[in-house]
């Protein structure tokens, strides 16, 4: 059996998941059906450290005492104990590990292995007793040791790095509290652990183990090497070229410049009857129950992100050798599960994308994250774990409580994780009565309540996906129960409620305050009476043009007066506008061009750009009167598109609605009035410069134009603020 090291659940041992590994392994070539046994190290005295290892003693360096990578478990233990004999027992399980007598040590900048003796390491179970706590207390008490003890950090260089407690709750109930950090052992290892604890408190005698640990970490750093290193490294880079170097997910506060490991933690489950069906779906597939899950998370980190490239980390046991399932260690690794959700596909035909990513991610696991890494150098960022930012990792069915010697032995549930490795990290854990999700999160860039929503969510398509597999996964929805009852009636009347947009403002401070300044520049400004007078000028001549409800006009223009009064011009002929930032490259604004298909194009630069197919409408001239408004709320207000970082530059689509309902939130939040200045210095081609032109309008304060020779000299900027009056930048 092995051991859920994030719960203190049983699990069963996947030997079947292994013997699919080995066969696909096999058929890859990687590995021959009976290959020879890891020999002994040469050298006693050598204690190299695995790839897995060196990378956590140098992570250690960069974050000295990081509780990050303790493994807690916490065992429930019911009948007569003989706590001697248990100490007795676990001093065993250190003198045939040797890996658990190990301490780390620097050497030249290099980590150095050492081996404390079995005849000198020390064996402490201390023993506390909580039987004096009202019995209700006791296990209250348990579980807050527990967690403080999980918390506490471990040094690399001093050890041990092993450490045990015994609670005692009650005449004949205890509890069993381990610690072990990562460099030194996993999950499966804390299997071992405790079925190797259980024979030899029972007294039985155990076979010598055939290895150690550092034996293999030899003959992982000399198989890995020549051919056998360069086709590994080869598929994984084929396989990650042009990965995304970071998953774009919405965050509540911001991404702080270096990686913060404060964890939350969320959790819900999945019905029977719903796991069943996932089950079925995956049969049908030739898929797995994991491979349909991972398909789910990654299309709601999809369509979170914007992204359809969805790179997302999951661990595997590494160990494909018989000779090291019985071995505590660090035999864990990384593999990089990148999925493509481009052209809308239907469920199923995502899960088939997912499967074959899976099977051959399993066919090319033997080399290590660490050395991936090295091999294909990744761009770094310190604000996150390179090639993914989320963790999935799926747990095997419950095993039974075991009973030995009078004992029985069952987990004993842990508190939430304080510590988040991962931007999310999903644990799944396939019960008798469905699947346990438990995602850890970092608590420093999401609200608990965005976490119990995506977990929501991701119910949510999953239930879609079985009752629809067929289906597109554009047409799989996100509205949850919860977030529906947020959203306005879509038979209530909207337009009650319809203040009006920015050009009706405008024309009502034309109206009450002519003469107060709309735009200033160096050298200039336009009073209201005027700006509104330029802005219905631009609007007749579009109206003239047939340009009107519904149509897309491009706007190309530097940061001037006349950019400002061809936006609200455009706005109040009731179509929408598209800003070309003159600075883009030609080849990006024809790229923009070509997808907007916009009925007209006002030049403010004069060199005579045509959209394909449209038309050149001046921003002089034109008839006088028409409609101020430009339309209701859900007419469309603007086009803006992404920087295209992805690959082909996306569309966003604005409403009046939208635009006008900021406004107001904007003056409350930030306590802005009419006599505010706002600064026109955000890019010409993004939604911030709505708030630069469009807020101080509503509020009949003034737009400050800096000018664009000069917004890039050291020191004018600041001076330019102080001289204009500027109060909001």
Same mark, same amino acid.
């Given at each position: 059996?092995?051991?859920?090291?994030?719960?203190?659940?049983?699990?069963?041992?996947?030997?079947?998941?292994?013997?699919?590994?080995?066969?696909?392994?096999?058929?890859?070539?990687?590995?021959?059906?009976?290959?020879?046994?890891?020999?002994?190290?040469?050298?006693?005295?050598?204690?190299?450290?695995?790839?897995?290892?060196?990378?956590?003693?140098?992570?250690?360096?960069?974050?000295?005492?990081?509780?990050?990578?303790?493994?807690?478990?916490?065992?429930?233990?019911?009948?007569?104990?003989?706590?001697?004999?248990?100490?007795?027992?676990?001093?065993?399980?250190?003198?045939?590990?040797?890996?658990?007598?190990?301490?780390?040590?620097?050497?030249?900048?290099?980590?150095?292995?050492?081996?404390?003796?079995?005849?000198?390491?020390?064996?402490?179970?201390?023993?506390?007793?909580?039987?004096?706590?009202?019995?209700?207390?006791?296990?209250?008490?348990?579980?807050?040791?527990?967690?403080?003890?999980?918390?506490?950090?471990?040094?690399?260089?001093?050890?041990?790095?092993?450490?045990?407690?015994?609670?005692?709750?009650?005449?004949?109930?205890?509890?069993?509290?381990?610690?072990?950090?990562?460099?030194?052992?996993?999950?499966?290892?804390?299997?071992?652990?405790?079925?190797?604890?259980?024979?030899?408190?029972?007294?039985?005698?155990?076979?010598?183990?055939?290895?150690?640990?550092?034996?293999?970490?030899?003959?992982?750093?000399?198989?890995?090497?020549?051919?056998?290193?360069?086709?590994?490294?080869?598929?994984?880079?084929?396989?990650?070229?042009?990965?995304?170097?970071?998953?774009?997910?919405?965050?509540?506060?911001?991404?702080?410049?270096?990686?913060?490991?404060?964890?939350?933690?969320?959790?819900?489950?999945?019905?029977?009857?719903?796991?069943?069906?996932?089950?079925?779906?995956?049969?049908?597939?030739?898929?797995?129950?994991?491979?349909?899950?991972?398909?789910?998370?990654?299309?709601?980190?999809?369509?979170?992100?914007?992204?359809?490239?969805?790179?997302?980390?999951?661990?595997?046991?590494?160990?494909?050798?018989?000779?090291?399932?019985?071995?505590?260690?660090?035999?864990?690794?990384?593999?990089?599960?990148?999925?493509?959700?481009?052209?809308?596909?239907?469920?199923?035909?995502?899960?088939?994308?997912?499967?074959?990513?899976?099977?051959?991610?399993?066919?090319?696991?033997?080399?290590?994250?660490?050395?991936?890494?090295?091999?294909?150098?990744?761009?770094?960022?310190?604000?996150?774990?390179?090639?993914?930012?989320?963790?999935?990792?799926?747990?095997?069915?419950?095993?039974?409580?075991?009973?030995?010697?009078?004992?029985?032995?069952?987990?004993?549930?842990?508190?939430?994780?304080?510590?988040?490795?991962?931007?999310?990290?999903?644990?799944?854990?396939?019960?008798?009565?469905?699947?346990?999700?438990?995602?850890?999160?970092?608590?420093?860039?999401?609200?608990?309540?965005?976490?119990?929503?995506?977990?929501?969510?991701?119910?949510?398509?999953?239930?879609?996906?079985?009752?629809?597999?067929?289906?597109?996964?554009?047409?799989?929805?996100?509205?949850?129960?919860?977030?529906?009852?947020?959203?306005?009636?879509?038979?209530?009347?909207?337009?009650?409620?319809?203040?009006?947009?920015?050009?009706?403002?405008?024309?009502?401070?034309?109206?009450?305050?002519?003469?107060?300044?709309?735009?200033?520049?160096?050298?200039?400004?336009?009073?209201?009476?005027?700006?509104?007078?330029?802005?219905?000028?631009?609007?007749?001549?579009?109206?003239?043009?047939?340009?009107?409800?519904?149509?897309?006009?491009?706007?190309?223009?530097?940061?001037?007066? #006349? +950019?400002?009064?061809? =936006?609200?011009?455009?706005?109040?002929? /009731? !179509? *929408?506008?598209? $800003?070309? @930032? %003159?600075?883009?490259?030609?080849?990006?604004?024809?790229?923009?061009?070509?997808?907007?298909?916009?009925?007209?194009?006002?030049?403010?630069?004069?060199?005579?750009?045509?959209?394909?197919?449209?038309?050149?409408?001046?921003?002089?001239?034109?008839?006088?009167?028409?409609?101020?408004?430009?339309?209701?709320?859900?007419?469309?207000?603007?086009?803006?598109?992404?920087?295209?970082?992805?690959?082909?530059?996306?569309?966003?689509?604005?409403?009046?609605?939208?635009?006008?309902?900021?406004?107001?939130?904007?003056?409350?939040?930030?306590?802005?009035?009419?006599?505010?200045?706002?600064?026109?210095?955000?890019?010409?081609?993004?939604? #911030? +410069?709505?708030?630069? =032109?469009?807020?101080?309008?509503?509020? /009949? !304060? *003034?737009?400050? $134009?800096? @000018? %664009?020779?000069?917004?890039?000299?050291?020191?004018?900027?600041?001076?330019?603020?102080?001289?204009?009056?500027?109060?909001?930048?």
């Amino acid at each position: 059996m092995s051991v859920a090291t994030k719960s203190g659940r049983f699990f069963k041992a996947s030997r079947d998941r292994l013997e699919l590994l080995r066969e696909l392994r096999r058929e890859e070539g990687l590995e021959t059906a009976a290959a020879p046994m890891i020999p002994r190290r040469q050298d006693p005295s050598s204690h190299p450290l695995s790839f897995s290892q060196e990378r956590l003693w140098f992570l250690d360096r960069l974050d000295p005492e990081n509780p990050a990578y303790n493994i807690p478990v916490s065992l429930r233990l019911r009948g007569p104990l003989d706590a001697a004999a248990l100490a007795r027992a676990l001093g065993e399980v250190i003198r045939r590990h040797e890996v658990l007598r190990a301490t780390f040590h620097e050497a030249g900048g290099r980590p150095l292995q050492h081996l404390v003796p079995a005849t000198v390491a020390m064996v402490f179970l201390p023993v506390i007793d909580l039987r004096s706590l009202p019995p209700g207390r006791r296990d209250e008490e348990a579980r807050r040791a527990a967690g403080g003890a999980a918390s506490r950090p471990f040094r690399l260089d001093e050890g041990p790095l092993l450490r045990a407690r015994l609670l005692r709750l009650g005449d004949e109930e205890h509890a069993l509290g381990l610690e072990v950090h990562h460099i030194v052992a996993d999950g499966w290892s804390l299997g071992v652990l405790v079925r190797e604890l259980t024979a030899l408190y029972a007294g039985e005698t155990l076979p010598e183990l055939p290895i150690q640990y550092a034996d293999y970490a030899a003959w992982q750093r000399e198989r890995l090497t020549g051919e056998s290193l360069a086709e590994l490294t080869a598929w994984w880079r084929e396989r990650l070229a042009g990965s995304p170097p970071s998953l774009d997910l919405p965050t509540d506060r911001p991404r702080p410049a270096v990686q913060t490991f404060h964890g939350g933690h969320a959790a819900c489950s999945l019905p029977a009857a719903l796991t069943d069906r996932l089950r079925s779906l995956a049969g049908e597939a030739g898929a797995s129950l994991f491979m349909v899950l991972l398909a789910a998370v990654q299309l709601l980190l999809a369509r979170w992100s914007g992204q359809d490239d969805v790179p997302v980390g999951s661990p595997i046991a590494g160990r494909t050798r018989r000779e090291v399932e019985g071995l505590i260690g660090l035999f864990l690794n990384h593999l990089v599960l990148r999925s493509d959700l481009s052209g809308d596909p239907a469920f199923r035909e995502l899960l088939d994308r997912v499967r074959e990513v899976a099977v051959g991610a399993y066919a090319h696991q033997d080399l290590p994250f660490e050395k991936l890494l090295a091999e294909i150098e990744p761009q770094r960022d310190l604000s996150r774990t390179p090639l993914f930012q989320v963790f999935f990792n799926l747990l095997s069915f419950p095993a039974p409580d075991v009973r030995l010697s009078g004992l029985t032995i069952e987990g004993l549930e842990a508190p939430p994780e304080a510590q988040s490795k991962f931007d999310m990290t999903f644990y799944l854990v396939e019960q008798v009565g469905g699947v346990r999700i438990d995602l850890v999160y970092n608590a420093d860039l999401f609200d608990a309540a965005r976490m119990d929503e995506a977990l929501a969510q991701y119910r949510l398509l999953l239930e879609q996906a079985v009752a629809a597999p067929d289906a597109r996964i554009g047409s799989y929805s996100l509205v949850t129960t919860a977030a529906r009852t947020l959203l306005p009636d879509p038979t209530e009347e909207l337009d009650a409620c319809w203040p009006g947009s920015v050009a009706e403002a405008l024309a009502r401070h034309a109206r009450a305050t002519p003469d107060r300044p709309a735009v200033l520049w160096e050298g200039g400004e336009l009073s209201y009476s005027q700006l509104d007078a330029e802005v219905e000028r631009v609007a007749a001549e579009l109206r003239a043009a047939g340009i009107g409800r519904g149509e897309v006009v491009a706007i190309r223009g530097h940061r001037s007066a #006349p +950019l400002v009064a061809a =936006v609200l011009g455009v706005m109040r002929a /009731g !179509a *929408a506008f598209l $800003i070309l @930032d %003159p600075a883009y490259p030609e080849p990006r604004i024809g790229q923009m061009l070509e997808l907007a298909k916009p009925a007209g194009l006002i030049d403010l630069e004069g060199d005579g750009a045509s959209p394909p197919g449209g038309r050149v409408v001046g921003s002089g001239g034109g008839q006088e009167g028409g409609c101020l408004s430009g339309g209701g709320g859900d007419d469309l207000a603007y086009l803006a598109f992404t920087s295209g970082s992805t690959g082909t530059p996306k569309g966003v689509l604005g409403l009046h609605r939208s635009l006008t309902h900021f406004y107001p939130w904007m003056s409350q939040a930030f306590q802005l009035g009419p006599d505010d200045r706002f600064s026109l210095l955000s890019g010409l081609a993004h939604d #911030p +410069l709505h708030r630069d =032109v469009f807020t101080p309008l509503w509020l /009949g !304060a *003034a737009v400050v $134009i800096p @000018d %664009p020779e000069r917004m890039t000299e050291p020191g004018w900027l600041a001076g330019w603020m102080a001289r204009t009056g500027v109060t909001v930048a």
